[in-house]
């Protein structure tokens, strides 16, 4: 079975790697660099930032994603040569008013990676030295880790680019379906050429609005931006994730951290800004003012594939044979990346899910129908 995938970001990367390794031929399709837009651009805290916010289908996703990150990246380093860094640095939150509510989360839904710790003071200063005593207390997630998106997707891409069954093309936005009796018979690039393939499947992240008009659809994706700021550190100078009022600080490995992260409705701008870049300043230094002593190496900014309630769409895309969604993760694309990928594998190639699919199902698409 040949199977053609539009868009090359974590959903489209991770959709290849499960259907290779299930013996499908695969051809990536990207408008641009492959793995460069909200996937690179994400923090790759594996959990959604504060669980209980979101509705219980992205954490049924989100829950696989640690444990899937650590068999792939052992799968793949080995020939891609790069390590995932899936780093375990445990999440202090700082925001009282969930605190409450995310131990009754973490004590009713008994996942390992939402364990969660009420820590005082004195607790506290041991987990992590650097924050600023105003903090008195927080809960504290010993088991949440994060990936190295840049490095993942330097990894996924080597594998695929190296795998007989891939066929990688950059640089080649595709604008047309040709569908034919309610199946998808190829489809055709800006520069009019046409590529056949057995299935299809949408994976275009926050463009996925792109294929409303022809597909007769309202596919309700919107592009949000975030902006991040980096600095360095020594290595392991940080040594937990911070979080407050959505704002993070996230250590790699190497003593990098990552900074964010804003929201912006500005269309596809990816221009970051000098006010913004105050603002997450200011939140990070808030909680680790040892932080503003170091320099910052980078800022940028992604677009985050924004949906109604953040559950992605995944699954046949409604009155199509051969044509199949991954898209509309909004903030938790990288978390829920592998599980959604798997899910998809599953019902293109109808083997059992490791999931309800109904929650995920395109034909919500359908309660929103273009009217012509």
């Known amino acids: 079975m040949k199977i053609a995938i539009i868009g090359a970001g974590i959903s489209g990367l991770m959709s290849a790697l499960e259907l290779v390794e299930q013996g499908c031929s695969v051809i990536i399709f990207d408008q641009q660099h492959a793995g460069q837009a909200a996937s690179w651009a994400g923090g790759g805290i594996l959990s959604p930032m504060y669980p209980w916010r979101y509705p219980h289908a992205v954490n049924q996703l989100a829950q696989h994603g640690k444990s899937l990150y650590l068999d792939w990246n052992e799968k793949l380093k080995p020939i891609s040569g790069i390590d995932f860094e899936i780093h375990e640095t445990?999440?202090?939150?700082?925001?009282?008013?969930?605190?409450?509510?995310?131990?009754?989360?973490?004590?009713?839904?008994?996942q390992p990676m939402q364990h969660a710790e009420y820590l005082q003071a004195e607790q506290l200063a041991q987990v992590n030295p650097f924050i600023h005593p105003q903090f008195q207390h927080a809960m504290y997630f010993p088991q949440i880790a994060n990936v190295r998106n840049p490095r993942l997707l330097q990894s996924m891409i080597g594998y695929l680019k190296q795998h007989?069954?891939?066929?990688?093309?950059?640089?080649?936005?595709?604008?047309?379906?040709?569908?034919?009796?309610?199946?998808?018979?190829?489809?055709?690039?800006?520069?009019?050429?046409?590529?056949?393939?057995?299935?299809?499947?949408?994976?275009?992240?926050?463009?996925?609005?792109?294929?409303?008009?022809q597909l007769d659809l309202d596919i309700p994706v919107q592009p949000v931006q975030g902006?991040?700021?980096?600095?360095?550190?020594?290595?392991?100078?940080?040594?937990?994730?911070?979080?407050?009022?959505?704002?993070?600080?996230?250590?790699?490995?190497?003593?990098?951290?990552?900074?964010?992260?804003?929201?912006?409705?500005?269309?596809?701008?990816?221009?970051?800004?000098?006010?913004?870049?105050?603002?997450?300043?200011?939140?990070?230094?808030?909680?680790?003012?040892?932080?503003?002593a170091?320099?910052?190496?980078?800022?940028?900014?992604?677009?985050?594939?924004?949906?109604?309630?953040?559950?992605?769409?995944?699954?046949?895309?409604?009155?199509?044979?051969?044509?199949?969604?991954?898209?509309?993760?909004?903030?938790?694309?990288?978390?829920?990346?592998?599980?959604?990928?798997?899910?998809?594998?599953?019902?293109?190639?109808?083997?059992?899910?490791?999931?309800?699919?109904?929650?995920?199902?395109?034909?919500?698409?359908?309660?929103?129908t273009l009217t012509t």
């Not at 999440?91 to 009754?104: P, Q, R, Y």
């Not at 007989?164 to 009796?181: A, G, L, M, S, T």
């Not at 900014?301 to 769409?313: D, E, K």
């Open 294 to 368: 170091f320099p910052i190496v980078k800022q940028w900014a992604g677009l985050r594939p924004s949906s109604p309630t953040g559950v992605p769409y995944i699954g046949k895309m409604p009155e199509l044979d051969n044509l199949w969604a991954n898209f509309g993760h909004f903030r938790n694309g990288l978390c829920m990346g592998p599980a959604s990928a798997r899910l998809l594998r599953q019902l293109i190639l109808k083997q059992p899910t490791l999931l309800d699919p109904m929650a995920f199902c395109p034909t919500r698409l359908t309660a929103n």
């Open 164 to 213: 007989p069954k891939v066929e990688f093309i950059e640089h080649c936005p595709i604008e047309q379906f040709n569908i034919v009796n309610g199946k998808v018979q190829s489809i055709r690039s800006q520069n009019q050429q046409t590529y056949f393939a057995d299935q299809f499947v949408i994976t275009t992240g926050a463009w996925s609005k792109h294929w409303s008009e």
């Open 90 to 110: 445990g999440l202090l939150i700082f925001d009282e008013a969930d605190f409450e509510t995310g131990l009754n989360y973490a004590q009713q839904f008994q």
């Open 227 to 292: 902006q991040m700021v980096l600095f360095k550190t020594p290595q392991n100078w940080l040594p937990t994730m911070c979080m407050n009022n959505v704002m993070y600080l996230i250590p790699r490995l190497d003593g990098h951290v990552v900074c964010g992260s804003s929201m912006a409705h500005c269309g596809f701008d990816t221009t970051p800004t000098a006010a913004t870049k105050q603002t997450i300043l200011a939140a990070c230094f808030e909680m680790v003012p040892e932080l503003a």
